[in-house]
């Protein structure tokens, strides 16, 4: 791999380090947020080599899902803390406000790129950009989520999972889940993500479809329209009950490819505007003085700044 794009998906890589860095500032607040974020930041340059970073942030959730689907992710459950603590554990919403604002206003002042497009998740920005903006790059993806496997090629697009602490390629999305990742958002529309409230069909799963639509293995894209009209002439032969669950429920698998399928058919054409605007005219705007004095004030010395901010001056742009 040529020297690629990073492309963070910023409050997914945040929250991994804000739920079990127990690091404390000089202040008294809890910084672990920020200071797992620039350390996992900095292995992450000397790992990888990147020629630019871009950092997005997501934007309040997206109103055309929620118009699509209410529930949409209306029962998330909060986040696990696992750091430790002596003494109370901070409020937790206040201090990851907090926390998250810091790293906005610390990374303003280091070489790279932070991207925000209100009312739009970081997941559709960012599938666009590595689609269209970044078409010619090699990118790679920093993030833990499900909803990438869908771009993964192996090729042109990566993603890292920072809690894997490895690449995912499509080789291990086909050995865990026996689909090719270039179907997996096709049956993950059938199986539902809980994760997201988004039910599925019952008796659908990755195993059982790979087995009963053996289609969907192969190097050929099969679209969920494919998977329906099959399942009706499957349940003219068999008496299996996953065709006839598949055809009794139809909308909803129609329904979670509208939530699920990452493409520009998400964004508003203003939104796309605003995404290759923040891209093809924002610049980084070194400035290790201002870096350092903010993390002065706010008491921070848990890691090597210095460091830090050399690595990700290294950056080719």
Excluded at 137 to 144: G, K, N, P
């Amino acid at each position: 791999m040529k020297h690629p794009v990073l492309i963070v998906d910023a409050l997914n890589f945040f929250m991994r380090h804000f739920s079990v860095n127990p690091s404390v500032s000089d202040n008294g607040d809890h910084v672990g947020g920020v200071v797992g974020f620039l350390k996992g930041l900095q292995l992450l340059i000397d790992k990888l080599r990147p020629e630019e970073i871009v950092v997005v942030w997501e934007g309040g959730g997206s109103v055309r899902r929620r118009n699509i689907y209410p529930e949409y992710k209306s029962g998330k459950r909060p986040i696990k803390l696992n750091r430790f603590y002596e003494d109370d554990i901070p409020d937790t919403i206040q201090n990851r406000n907090y926390q998250i604002n810091l790293i906005v206003n610390l990374l303003k002042f280091c070489n790279l790129k932070q991207i925000y497009v209100s009312d739009r998740e970081a997941d559709d920005v960012i599938a666009y950009m590595s689609k269209y903006l970044y078409k010619n790059e090699d990118i790679v993806i920093i993030s833990s989520d499900k909803d990438y496997y869908q771009l993964v090629d192996g090729k042109k697009i990566k993603q890292w999972s920072p809690g894997q602490k490895a690449f995912v390629t499509p080789e291990k999305i086909l050995k865990k889940f026996f689909i090719p990742a270039h179907n997996f958002c096709v049956v993950r529309c059938f199986t539902g993500d809980g994760s997201d409230g988004l039910p599925g069909i019952k008796g659908a799963g990755f195993r059982t479809l790979a087995k009963r639509f053996p289609e969907l293995t192969t190097e050929k894209f099969v679209s969920v329209e494919e998977i329906i009209n099959l399942s009706l002439d499957r349940s003219r032969k068999s008496k299996v009950k996953l065709f006839q669950n598949i055809l009794d429920n139809a909308e909803i698998a129609k329904r979670n490819w509208k939530l699920m399928y990452l493409d520009s058919a998400n964004l508003s054409g203003n939104q796309i505007q605003k995404i290759s605007n923040q891209v093809n005219t924002s610049k980084a705007s070194p400035n290790k003085i201002k870096f350092m004095k903010l993390l002065i004030r706010e008491g921070i010395r848990n890691f090597d700044s210095n460091t830090f901010y050399m690595t990700v001056s290294s950056l080719k742009k």
